[in-house]
């Protein structure tokens, strides 16, 4: 039977403590315990359905890792702060000191800063290949590697991993695959392909209110146990816990995900396919012309589309940045980073959210100046919000003045 991620959030179902259609929120960072047995027993992981300390799990963020891994189709989850905190402690708990990682070199910008800059300091090194290239990333495995790290969709280039070929490689191998699923949440369902972890950013669609900051890592019950153990449980001893104010905020929001997908992938297919047709660089992978178009159809959830995301390349950075002020004063967007809300979203990749990947690199994996990403927002009229964009693009001769566009 094929996988429905939003039928498995509808079907959560919730009694709150005075029979709330809402859980109640856990407003506490301690718990008592009526008998002292008790306590020793919570410590050493034995009190099922005991809290001891927020930063462990709290009733609230048990009920949003619930939703989370059963939208992901894992045994449970562990919720945490930010995207970053989720990520890093997962790393953190997959590696040690000798061991390596094999990583897509297109990544999230604090990602590829992690791996690149801050865990050779504890001696976990990492190799960044051509996701797309299956024989370079078996070629970069060696006897220490312990992960595969990729996003399904990558930031900021929109690469698409082939996560059930990838998944054969890392079992070949004896090792995990880890993915990082921000920017498709519910279109593509890694661990029905095979993956071992999924990783998300919160912050971005799955919350969509650009309110808070979260993180999740959605898993085996006995990975997540072994990273909250308070002996050395990476979730546990770095401490990227959620508050549970905003466990319970977010939870709300993932009802509407599923209609949110749908129609931030409309949007955005309709602006891509219009602007490609006009004959600017564009890049979404919903397109026929995006070099992993059928690799995504052959993984997604097809009801979601191909998300949210796109990028243009206007030329150079002067013409992009020049477009982002006017479209920002044109109230099209905001010029900002990060993704999922109900306005479209954007910024230049090169000089915000990839600026840790040193220029030649930039260059060599094709983020170029004029890169313009688009996060596609819940616009009604998406036809209103082309003709207003098409005409910021006239006045600043990224397209020609008599350009049709109907
Ligand atoms: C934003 C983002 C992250 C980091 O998440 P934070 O919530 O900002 O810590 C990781 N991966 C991807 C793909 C992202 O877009």
Redesign the pocket.
């Known amino acids: 039977m094929k996988f429905k991620p939003a039928n498995r959030i509808q079907d959560l179902q919730y009694f709150g403590e005075f029979g709330g259609v809402n859980p109640s929120i856990s407003d506490s960072a301690t718990y008592t315990f009526l008998s002292a047995k008790t306590m020793l027993d919570t410590f050493e992981g034995h009190a099922e359905g005991c809290y001891l300390y927020s930063r462990h799990t709290s009733p609230s963020n048990l009920y949003l890792g619930e939703a989370l891994a059963a939208m992901e189709g894992t045994e449970t989850a562990h919720v945490a702060g ?4 989720a ?1 890093t402690a997962t790393l953190l708990h997959f590696c040690g000191a000798g061991d390596h990682i094999v990583s897509s070199r297109t ?2 910008g ?2 590829y800063a992690f791996l690149k800059n801050f865990t050779p300091r504890f001696n976990v090194n990492t190799d960044f290949v051509d996701i797309t290239k299956l024989d370079l990333v078996e070629a970069a495995i060696n006897e220490n590697t312990k992960v595969i790290y990729c ?1 399904s969709v ?2 900021p280039l929109l690469e698409v991993a082939d996560i059930k070929e990838l998944a054969k490689l890392a079992k070949k191998h004896g090792i995990k695959l880890l993915v ?1 699923n ?2 498709s949440p519910m279109s593509i369902s890694p661990i029905e392909l095979g993956a071992d972890v999924v ?1 998300h ?4 669609f799955i919350n969509g209110t650009n309110d808070t ?3 999740v890592v959605c898993g085996s019950q006995e990975l997540i146990n072994s990273m909250r153990s308070v002996i050395d449980g990476s979730a546990m001893l770095l401490g990227p816990a959620m508050d549970s104010m905003r466990a319970a905020s977010i939870l709300k929001n993932m009802r509407t995900l599923h209609i949110r997908m749908k129609q931030h992938s409309k949007n955005a297919t309709y602006l891509a396919e219009r602007f490609e047709n006009l004959g600017l660089k564009t890049v979404y992978p919903g397109l026929v012309s995006h070099p992993s178009h059928e690799i995504f159809k052959s993984m997604m959830n097809e009801e979601y589309g191909f998300g949210g995301m796109l990028t243009i390349d206007v030329g150079s950075l002067d013409k992009a940045n020049e477009l982002m002020e006017l479209m920002q004063h044109e109230n099209l967007g905001y010029l900002a980073v ?2 999922g809300f109900y306005k479209t979203l954007f910024s230049a990749p090169g000089t915000s ?1 990839s600026s840790e990947i040193p220029e030649d690199e930039q260059e060599e994996m094709g983020l170029t100046d004029g890169l313009i990403r688009f996060s596609i927002g819940l616009d009604n009229d998406i036809e209103r919000t082309f003709q207003v964009m098409v005409a910021c693009m006239q006045k600043l001769n990224i397209l020609e003045k008599e350009t049709v566009t109907v």
């Open positions: 930010s995207g970053m905190g990520i990544i999230y604090g990602t996003e990558s930031n990082d921000t920017f990783l950013s919160l912050t971005k900051m979260g993180g990060s993704l959210t």
